[in-house]
């Protein structure tokens, strides 16, 4: 059994910055990548970033390059989104993932954490 919990989320303001974490316990053995989706309210789930296990492997959508950061400490089992300049549609519930393969679909993720709000304003 593995878990995902992820942290760092919270208000902020247009054109800050914020940190979410993801941190994976437990049987993290067969766990290939972990990425981060969100979903902003009234739409569907939608695929941010990923970084495979070994942390050579890196993935953005098109959105989220140049402004977003994934990276993954290994020591920690960590994967971190760094997430700058936001602006009010970021405006989500974000969740990081775990799969076995390097996708961007939702379906293809098979280990969910519990979800982190962060809500931007003006």
């Known amino acids: 059994q593995a878990d995902l919990v992820e942290s760092g989320g919270g208000s902020a303001q247009a054109g800050d910055s914020l940190r979410l974490s993801c941190a994976a316990s437990?049987?993290?053995?067969?766990?290939?990548?972990i990425a981060w989706f969100r979903q902003g309210p009234g739409k569907e789930r939608e695929f941010i970033a990923l970084?495979?296990?070994?942390?050579?492997?890196?993935k953005y959508a098109t959105f989220a390059e140049g402004r977003f950061a994934i990276s993954k400490d290994s020591a920690n089992r960590t994967v971190n989104l760094q997430m700058n300049n936001l602006t009010p549609e970021d405006t989500a519930v974000y969740y990081c993932?775990?799969?076995?393969?390097?996708?961007?679909?939702?379906?293809?993720?098979?280990?969910w954490g519990q979800g982190t709000q962060v809500t931007v304003s003006t």
């Open positions: 993932a775990a799969a076995n393969s390097l996708g961007t679909g939702a379906n293809e993720y098979f280990l």
């Open positions: 437990g049987r993290t053995f067969f766990i290939h990548n």
């Open positions: 970084v495979d296990w070994s942390g050579a492997r890196i």
